[in-house]
């Protein structure tokens, strides 16, 4: 079974192209033109065992908020359609995520239904080339995109840590979502779909 998509987006405002391969090596190849978001979805592709592959041209003339939501809403999107009806999956994983001083605890349930629930404690207003609110943004776009029950709680006093941390809690508990049972025929619900 592949568990791939490609999938294009183009706007106004963005024209974004995601490449996804669920089963991979954890190999990142990303441009987004924001190069802290680059380096959370490189660690997202690497500590998730998914090859990731994101071109985005973006309005950054205007700001960042454009181009980070278009991107995440087109990453949730692949993960939703390489993994088709979703049977045989986990379903849900969790993850727990240190980073020198930074703690992100992630957990999160394949479901078919997007819900975001986040406490992310973030403190300086930009993080490289990132708006910091644009950290929170862009996960509610990916769990909308994906269909994602998302809850991620992230302290620290580094926004660095803070923001990589909750990327690579995101990745892990993903993995683990993700994985297939090799003893589940079907879907993991006692109503016979995940939506």
């Known amino acids: 079974m592949t568990r791939t998509s490609n999938q294009n987006r183009t706007t106004a405002e963005t024209d974004v192209t995601v490449e996804l391969d669920l089963d991979g090596s954890g190999k990142g190849d990303i441009d ?3 190069g802290f978001l680059d380096h959370l979805l490189t660690s997202f592709s690497h500590h998730g065992m998914f090859d990731l592959t994101v071109r985005t041209k973006g309005d950054l003339e205007v700001d960042d908020h454009h181009s980070v939501e278009d991107t995440m809403l087109m990453v949730g999107s692949a993960v939703a359609d390489a993994l088709g009806d979703r049977s045989g999956i986990q379903r849900f994983g969790s993850a727990a995520i240190p980073m020198d001083e930074a703690l992100a605890t992630v957990s999160l349930d394949v479901s078919g239904r997007p819900y975001t629930v986040l406490d992310i404690n973030l403190t300086s207003d930009r993080i ?8 929170p943004h862009c996960l509610e776009a990916f769990t909308r995109t994906a269909g994602i029950t998302l809850h991620i709680k992230s302290t620290g006093n580094n926004d660095h840590h803070v923001a990589e941390a909750t990327f690579k809690g995101l ?20 109503k016979g779909v995940l939506s």
């Open 171 to 190: 990745a892990v508990a993903l993995r683990q979502a993700v994985a297939i049972d090799e003893r589940r025929l079907g879907v993991a619900s006692t």
């Open 32 to 34: 987004t033109g924001i």
């Open 128 to 135: 490289g080339e990132l708006t910091s609110q644009n950290v």
